[in-house]
């Protein structure tokens, strides 16, 4: 079944995922060749309520490989409401009449879904609040892994750091699912967990899974160590206990020779850079990949919304 | 007499209008399929020193779909100047070498003839001052009037709101005292009825008008409902006097079938939500005529200015 | 020898210096034709730590004069860092992968060199910190007084303002000793006189020099009159004394009748608006030649990293 918009992982079935990694695969190849003309007739719109340079490059970069052209705003939230009150509902509305998709980023959880239920043209949702979604993410992700271990069956996945209000972590797990024979292991401060909707979900779907308060005595199992940021101000750990939840030069020593480390970046003091060397250490692919996932979105969002 | 730059509705002459309207029924087909490449050599430059997406957007689509390219700012009183004291003109002079107009929103009255007056190409004043000129804005307006009620004589119309300080009400009365038999009416609490300037224009060339400080005396009598924002924090009305310059939906009924309700956006709480399905409600179709309007306009300013 | 990023104006040899001017008027003839098509796949993006509406303008119409396409910033470092002491590396590594190079402005001194070590893709220096290198900067003043004075050997430049912190007059003062039978002169308060290090390196090229503290004595004698800003708060001087240190009407009559003034903009002061319409007043068109240096400079990259 196609699909008119981005807005959550849940959208994407089996069927999905394997036509969305198809076209990511040949979205190399026309970046290699330096971009297509196939989309130049398109406007894509970046309305950022949460300034992110990084996430809105890369979707403006995906639209400018394809040909297209951007409207943007680096940060839509101090600049554009001329006025106390102003409805997003009303924003997208006027603004669905200049461009040809939508990019949002919001700070309210669900502002995707209304931005969805009220335009014409195509919402791709970038964020919405923290506790909310971001599918693209997820899907490079997935991406990432299905390209990096050759499958996605069988793996073995460790999530590392913040998880509680990880909605990158969340929305993977949940995407994770779906394949066979995938264990998770969550590595967190008691506090800091991965919240029991994730497990109800994972127990449902007969998906094995552990929680973890160190890294340390997985690290020799997993094919995918994904780690994400820590806020130390969260932290009343000392350093010490810091170390349980991120990834050091002498822990490399313990994972499989073919396992590989991600995080959604930026990072902080999570992933010492003497580690990025290490053929493991995935995590700029990873960032590379949006661009070519990205592309194969919005060509599929378009492809949709042209048939019509 | 072709014109070099956008300052003002006063420099539209009804052929000049009549040539702009044809050009907008063109642009409207040009963006069904999906813009042109007619103008892909040409470099516009949005100047905003007050910051306002909507708009931005829909001058930087306009520039898009006539095939040319845009540099940006969202907010360039801000960020750009280094220093105290820096001059307009001397912006303007240098911007000026790196495109091909200038479209400039700006705090204060008079900005935008001040840039006329120094640039080489091409300037459009897209709102200066809050008692300044936002000539766009008014044709868009009297387009919308044009294209909904098939003529624009004989028209009966209400301006409703803070309509002191409005300019956007300000130029399009004085764009419909072109036409004939006009007759406008001014609802508006006494402290922000329209400015004796406007009254005396109308005089002078003999168009009926009425101040008013209630709407609904007049809803069954008026095509065009023009509501502009109230700032609730200027009034010192209670809800009740509040309903008098607003649009609700009790009031649809009393309008006539083929009325149409305008608003030049955002709104803030003037016209409820559910008065949207209503057929007679055309702001966003309002919104939408920016796009092609805007492309008219410059179109109009590129030919004059690669005819020279 | 072939450059991959462009740091600093010690990179510039005589023949690269050639080679670049010659594609700079070429670029002229390019931009008379409304630009080309030759770079219509390169993605540049602007990465503006420190706001610069002018240089950011510069440089991205520059892009699309090419043929080539825009990815922005108009503050960076406001709105990009969600987590503190994000690594500069990092996001140059990631952003790296959406573009085919990056221009760079950053408060920090040595900040371009740091991106230049980890990037892919070709850095351009737009200006590091107030001590560091702006080198298009230096290239486009360098290129206005060859195309002004029709040569660059033989020349006397007279350098006034604040010297003490400007990049610019450092730079130009490195690149003009590169020239034969060049005399400089540094008019400036002693407490914002040039730095002894641009002094020794003068001595060590044999270029005659001299150090004022009144611009009234020389202004016969230059062929060149590069005037900078100076912080009034900076000064404890009264309007008498700032007259030293400025250019105004009365100064016209006593310069050469083929001299001319230059200064980086944005003004304050030191130059009065009387005097842009002497043709010795070449300030505006030295920002338009900023149009064509960085065209040609970017050519360069391109076609140096097209070439591996």
Redesign the interface.
Known sequence: MPFKHILESQQFTLPLIKELFDRTDYMKKVVAR??TRDYE?K?V?S?FYK????TR??F??AT??LGG????????K??????????L???I???S???DAIVIRHHEEGAAKRAAAVSPVPIINAGDGSGGQHPTQALLDLYTIHNECQTLNGLSVAFIGALDNGRTVRSLAYLLAKYDRVKLYFVAPAEMQIKPDILEYLDKRNVAYQLLNSVEEILSKVDVVYQT?I?KTRLSLNDTDLSKFNIDASMLQKMKYDAIIMHP?????EIH?EIDKDPRAAY?RQ??N??YVRMAMMSMLFDVYDSK
């Open positions: 330096g971009g007739k406007i719109a309305l300034p992110s340079t990084r490059f890369s403006e970069s400018y490989r052209k951007v409207l943007t705003t680096e940060q839509a101090e600049f554009s409401s001329e006025i106390q009150g102003e409805m509902e009303d924003t509305q006027i603004i009449n200049y461009c940021r806020d970046l930026p990072r902080s003091v850079p700029f960032a590379k949006g661009l």
